[in-house]
């Protein structure tokens, strides 16, 4: 039961998106523009280091969530499962997304523990400047989103069934306010 009223039954950060549509509008915009947007990260690779950072600060809500949307997009379970459960070195991705999850890890830890040695590594591995920049802003903006859900005590289903259908919503449509299509919760 969330902390307040919120004038709504929407789960996570979509009832509280809704609450304050004011705050809602900067918020969905930033994430447009991260996870979705023309970029030299695909879209599995930004929505990945969502479900790190998400796993890491245990929020059940964007952790399903993101995970949801980052297998839809990888098309298999694997990559994000075993990132997950910290075998970032074994997971078959790339040499540069290896180091770019390790720093996501460093800022869901503390930006300050971001380290030279750390960003070094992520260029030496073929990581632009620009990729390290979004990398750490996903990670901060997902730290953000999951004190806020969690912080907030929103509604977090059960059923892997919200998931996959809201998964499929975000792969298609995105993180723009569409309220007719999001997925109905049980009670």
């Known amino acids: 039961m969330p902390h307040i009223k919120l004038n709504n039954q929407l789960p996570g950060i979509t009832g509280l998106l809704e609450y304050r549509l004011d705050t809602a509008l900067p918020i969905r915009e930033l994430t447009e523009i991260l996870l979705r947007q023309e970029n030299s990260l695909t879209r599995g690779e930004r ?4 479900s790190l950072v ?3 600060n245990e929020c059940f809500y964007c952790t399903n969530a993101h995970v949801t949307v980052t297998n839809q997009l990888l098309g298999e379970e694997e990559t994000t499962h075993c990132v997950i459960h910290n075998d970032i ?6 040499d540069k997304m290896k180091a770019l999850l390790k720093i996501a890890l460093q800022v ?8 030279k040695v750390a960003i070094k590594n992520a260029k ?9 920049h979004d990398t750490v802003l ?6 953000l989103y999951n004190k806020y859900v969690d912080g907030m005590a929103t509604i ?7 998931y996959n259908q809201l998964g499929h919503k975000i792969v298609d449509f995105g993180y ?3 309220p007719q299509n999001l997925p109905k919760i049980k009670h």
Do not use: H, M
């Open 47 to 50: 929505e990945l280091i969502a």
């Open 54 to 56: 998400s796993s890491k």
């Open 89 to 94: 070195d074994s997971a078959k991705i790339s």
């Open 108 to 115: 869901q830890k503390s930006g300050k523990e971001v380290t």
């Open 124 to 132: 030496d591995c073929g990581a632009n400047d620009n990729e390290i």
């Open 138 to 143: 996903i990670a901060s903006l997902f730290c």
């Open 156 to 162: 977090a289903p059960k059923e892997q069934e919200y």
């Open 176 to 178: 723009n306010r569409r």
